[in-house]
Structures are given as structure tokens and as C-alpha cells.
């Protein structure tokens, strides 16, 4: 979810992020960035998790099995926070947003993990949830209206995952519910309190 809210953001409404001067190679490198930190590196951890028996499938169907991830994933991505805000001087002069969304990504992760040492929260409501709270923001607070047309097929995408969800027995409708409202609210926050 990371890479596809940064991927809107990127290239669909640079002047969001104060990146509309950089050319589509430097906004592709900072995507690419972006995915090794939030998407390659912890499904390797998780894959390793699964090879010495910790976890028993990459899906984390069992509660037991999400915490670990959960926790060592919200890591990592504080620490891909980290670099983008504080490493990475260039980037996070132009554009400290950056940090800031990777940052409220894991408090929303972090809280996920939270929630599911005892109830079983949907990780895909959090993420989806927290990529409309995002663009919602933008377009209620800066009036960036480029960003209209993706947030409705990004509702449309919503109900597809909702409902598969659904389908396959992943979740409840509250548990649905539940993360898709955690994700908005800390994405939507996030615009509200910290975006200049």
C-alpha cells in the first residue's frame, strides 16, 4: 500500500509532496526506494519467519503468528522513516512528507499489532484505509484536485478488497470495518497535524 499511495503521489500530483521539479527518473528511484524499504524487506523477514517455523503461512492467518511481523515490520519502516528524514537531506529538505507518511504508516501498523495481540484486525483495511485517508486529506486541506479521480477508483478498490476479504473468510465485516477506519483516521490525521 506504501508504494501505491507513493506511486499516486509521485507521479499523478508531485507539486503534493513539493516534488513536481524533479524529473520521472528521480520520482522513480524514490519509488523504488520506497518499495525495497516497505514491501521487499519485510516479505523477506516474513518469508524467513516462515522458513524456521516461526509463522505457519505468509498470509498470518493465525493471530499468534502477526505479532512478530506486525512488530519487526512497524520497525522497519520507522527506520525507512529514519533515512528518508534524516539521511537523506536532499529528499527530506524538498519533501520531509515523505518521512512524515512512512512514519504515521508504521504508528498505524504498530497499532494494527496492537490490536491483534488480542482480535484480529484487517491489515488490508489498515493499509487501503490509510491511502484514501491520505489523498482525502490533500484534497480536503490543499485543494489538490488532481488527485479527485484516483481517490474514486481507489474507493472502488476499497469494496474489491473489502469483499474478497469477505469471500475468502479473512475477516469479519467489524474486523473490515475496524482497519479500514484505523487507516483513515491515522492517514487523515497525518495530513491534518503534520503537512505544512
Request: no cysteine; net charge neutral.
Amino acid at each position: 500500500m506504501p508504494t501505491l499511495l507513493f506511486a499516486v503521489l509521485l507521479f499523478l500530483a508531485p507539486s503534493a509532496l513539493n516534488l513536481d521539479m524533479f524529473g520521472d527518473s528521480l520520482r522513480l528511484s524514490l519509488l523504488v526506494l520506497i518499495f525495497v524499504g516497505t514491501f521487499m524487506v519485510p516479505a523477506v523477514l516474513t518469508y524467513y519467519l516462515l522458513r524456521i517455523g516461526y509463522v505457519q503461512d505468509m498470509q498470518l492467518t493465525n493471530l499468534s503468528d502477526r505479532r512478530l511481523p506486525y512488530f519487526m515490520t512497524a520497525l522497519i519502516y520507522l527506520l525507512v522513516a529514519y533515512l528518508f528524514s534524516f539521511q537523506m537531506r536532499a529528499v527530506s529538505s524538498l519533501a520531509p512528507e515523505i518521512g512524515i507518511l512512512i512514519g504515521s504508516i508504521a504508528v498505524s501498523i504498530l497499532l494494527g499489532g496492537v490490536i491483534s495481540l488480542s482480535w484480529q484486525i484487517s491489515a488490508h483495511g489498515i493499509g487501503i484505509g490509510g491511502v484514501i485517508g491520505v489523498i482525502a486529506g490533500l484534497i480536503a486541506r490543499f485543494d489538490v484536485s488532481d488527485l479527485f479521480i484516483p481517490l474514486l477508483v481507489l474507493v472502488f478498490l476499497t469494496g474489491l478488497v473489502a469483499s474478497a476479504r469477505l469471500k475468502l473468510n479473512a475477516h469479519t465485516p467489524a474486523q473490515i470495518g475496524a482497519g479500514l477506519a484505523l487507516g483513515f483516521v491515522t492517514g487523515l490525521l497525518t495530513v491534518y497535524w503534520f503537512f505544512i
